[in-house]
DNA sequence: TCAGGGTGTATGTAACGCCT
DNA sequence: AGGCGTTACATACACCCTGA
């Protein structure tokens, strides 16, 4: 059966079709048009079961109601979380998200971003991956409608929305000092991204204000493309040699989740051995005997702040979009590890 | 009485972007 | 050039009211 169009109804109904446009969408006091008009209208397009023509109104409109979802990696449950607040939030608005990932692989985000710009997406959230700078910087000059999440590109003026990574790094390291460890590891990844810097800062900044003496032996920069069994081993090795390390700061939870293999492996007890603590939380670290100490970014937050800021966007009938960059505040969630 | 304007209820049509 | 389905915008038309 051909599928019913606006003009179907429009003569079934008895009315011209942009007329039955106006009462579907709701114009019909806007428009003037009777309320025996817009009933019967209503009635006739129910019971021919039409829908509208997504493709149409694109078309019409420029506007697909559709936005891009660009994170590093949908199957970490950070990220996870993240798009499906983001996916409701969007709903909110009347839009629906197609998300993909980059792995962190800059040529990767490059064709996602083209994939999704011809799927005619109304705007871009994205989690950039190292030396997407231009790809971004190259939307931002088309003026499409961007909003950058978890993390930001220095050399790129786009709006963004994050955590401020430092400030809850030097909590975390407030806390294990209050608990009174002093030879506190981290583990962070080999990655140029700017949040694992700022992370990375907040622990120097902590060290040093703490007056201890930076030892480079105990920062580990394990390589983004590691191999599971090679980076447990690194961690496992980063223990042994340093025998007088109390605590151990993981930047990420899929790097504490490692280390916790790690430690398992050397039979070290959590936390009389060892302390951890982890940046991102993790639905394991609530049951993991006894329990991981961690900074938990407020994911919702960010989601509904990054769509609230992208749609502003969407909407702006300016020439140029301005751009808004925004802060939020994690919190540490003090568990047993620590 | 009738021109002119206001109001209510529509209709007509161009344009959107891409493909034949 | 014409077609797809839709909507924004322009326009048409009937009717009513007002004031000269």
């Given at each position: 059966?051909?599928?019913v169009?606006?003009?179907?109804?429009?003569?079934?109904?008895?009315?011209?079709?942009?007329?039955?446009?106006?009462?579907?969408?709701?114009?019909?006091?806007k428009?003037?048009?009777?309320?025996?008009?817009?009933?019967?209208?209503?009635?006739?397009?129910?019971?021919?079961?039409?829908y509208?023509?997504?493709?149409?109104?694109?078309?019409?409109?420029?506007k697909?109601?559709?936005?891009?979802?660009?994170?590093?990696?949908?199957?970490?449950?950070?990220?996870?979380?993240?798009?499906?607040?983001?996916?409701?939030?969007?709903?909110?608005?009347?839009?629906?998200?197609?998300?993909?990932?980059?792995?962190?692989?800059?040529?990767?985000?490059?064709e996602?971003?083209?994939?999704?710009?011809?799927?005619?997406?109304?705007?871009?959230l994205?989690?950039?991956?190292?030396h997407?700078?231009?790809?971004?910087?190259?939307?931002?000059q088309?003026n499409?409608?961007?909003?950058?999440?978890?993390r930001?590109?220095?050399?790129?003026?786009?709006?963004?929305?994050?955590?401020?990574?430092?400030?809850?790094?030097?909590?975390?390291?407030?806390?294990?000092?209050?608990?009174?460890?002093?030879?506190?590891?981290?583990?962070?990844?080999?990655?140029?991204?700017?949040?694992?810097?700022?992370?990375?800062?907040?622990?120097?900044?902590?060290?040093?204000?703490?007056?201890?003496?930076?030892?480079?032996?105990?920062?580990?920069?394990?390589?983004?493309?590691?191999?599971?069994?090679?980076?447990?081993?690194?961690?496992a090795?980063?223990?042994?040699?340093?025998?007088?390390?109390?605590?151990?700061?993981?930047?990420?939870?899929?790097?504490?989740?490692?280390?916790?293999?790690?430690?398992?492996?050397?039979k070290?007890?959590?936390?009389?051995?060892?302390a951890?603590?982890?940046?991102?939380?993790?639905?394991?670290?609530?049951?993991?005997?006894?329990?991981?100490?961690?900074?938990?970014?407020?994911?919702?937050?960010?989601?509904?702040?990054?769509?609230?800021?992208?749609m502003?966007?969407?909407?702006?009938?300016?020439?140029?979009?301005?751009?808004?960059?925004?802060?939020?505040?994690?919190?540490?969630?003090?568990?047993?590890?620590t």
């Open positions: 059966m051909k599928k169009s606006i003009k179907d109804i429009a003569q079934m109904a008895g009315v011209a079709s942009s007329t039955v446009s106006f009462v579907l969408n709701g114009k019909a006091r428009m003037r048009i009777s309320e025996t008009v817009e009933k019967r209208v209503i009635e006739v397009a129910r019971n021919a079961g039409y509208p023509n997504q493709l149409a109104i694109s078309l019409r409109t420029g697909s109601k559709t936005l891009g979802l660009i994170v590093e990696n949908i199957g970490n449950p950070f990220f996870a979380t993240l798009a499906k607040t983001i996916e409701e939030e969007a709903e909110q608005y009347g839009y629906r998200v197609v998300y993909c990932s980059t792995e962190n692989n800059a040529s990767k985000g490059k996602l971003i083209n994939m999704l710009s011809q799927r005619q997406v109304d705007g871009y994205i989690t950039p991956a190292p997407m700078e231009d790809d971004i910087q190259q939307l931002v088309l499409r409608p961007v909003v950058l999440i978890d930001y590109l220095p050399s790129v003026d786009v709006s963004h929305v994050l955590v401020n990574n430092t400030e809850a790094v030097s909590q975390g390291m407030a806390h294990l000092f209050d608990r009174g460890y002093k030879e506190i590891g981290f583990v962070t990844v080999d990655l140029d991204v700017i949040q694992m810097e700022e992370r990375l800062d907040g622990y120097l900044g902590a060290l040093s204000k703490q007056g201890i003496r930076l030892n480079k032996d105990i920062i580990l920069k394990i390589p983004y493309t590691h191999q599971r069994d090679e980076a447990v081993e690194l961690i090795a980063l223990l042994k040699d340093n025998p007088q390390l109390d605590a151990l700061f993981f930047a990420t939870n899929y790097l504490a989740i490692l280390g916790l293999e790690s430690i398992n492996r050397l070290m007890a959590i936390p009389q051995d060892i951890v603590i982890s940046f991102d939380d993790h639905d394991i670290f609530r049951i993991y005997p006894p329990g991981i100490t961690s900074i938990q970014q407020p994911v919702e937050a960010i989601a509904k702040k990054a769509v609230a800021l992208l502003e966007q969407c909407e702006s009938t300016e020439s140029k979009l301005s751009t808004t960059e925004v802060e939020l505040t994690a919190k540490l969630i003090v568990r047993g590890s």
